[in-house]
């Protein structure tokens, strides 16, 4: 069946020619409009992880009878700090001539004791996963999934460390 040729809608060339040409302004300035001046969310947990790692490694350095899961621990933060960085990057788009956006962290001293060392691993990967556990609400897609990934890290990290 035939539809009448008077119920099809009808663009002129001229306005479908103008649609077409501001298709990519908009685009431009759609993409343009979703930054923020905000730093990025993600940054807090990654300058974290940097600066857990750290501390693992020294850990390790001073404290022979924690060196393995003190280095263990170090890779995983690491690798935390690592991912968080490539997200943060990809959704600032930064330039890879410029310094990470994440900072190193300054030198990190372990502490003389075996306990205190033990503590103080478990302390700092209790705040990453809590932390990283309170930031995946906001969160959507990728993000989150991400986030939530280092909180449940974070949590067997925990039980490792006892």
């Known amino acids: 069946m035939e539809l009448p040729r008077a119920s099809l809608p009808v663009i002129e060339r001229r306005r479908a020619l103008r649609l077409f040409a501001a298709a990519p302004a908009v685009a431009v300035l759609a993409a ?16 974290a992880a940097k600066a857990d790692a750290a501390l693992a490694n020294a850990i390790a350095r001073r404290h022979s009878g924690m060196s393995e899961t003190a280095r263990e621990l170090a890779a995983a933060r690491a690798a935390h700090a690592s991912a968080l960085q490539r997200e943060i990057d990809r959704v600032a ?49 990728y993000r989150a999934g991400l986030v939530a990934s280092v909180s449940a890290s974070c949590a067997c990290l925990q039980e490792v460390l006892g």
């Not at 343009?32 to 300058?47: F, H, K, N, V, W």
């Not at 190193?104 to 001293?109: C, E, F, G, T, V």
């Not at 003389?112 to 556990?133: C, F, M, N």
């Open 32 to 47: 343009c409009g979703t930054g923020s001046d905000e730093p990025d969310q993600l940054l807090p947990l990654a300058t």
């Open 93 to 141: 788009s930064r330039d890879p001539e410029d310094p990470p956006s994440v900072p190193d962290p300054a030198p990190k001293k372990a502490p003389s004791s075996a306990d205190a060392a033990a503590d103080a691993l478990r302390a700092a990967v209790r705040e990453g996963q809590e932390r990283a556990a309170r930031l995946v609400p906001g969160l959507s897609g």
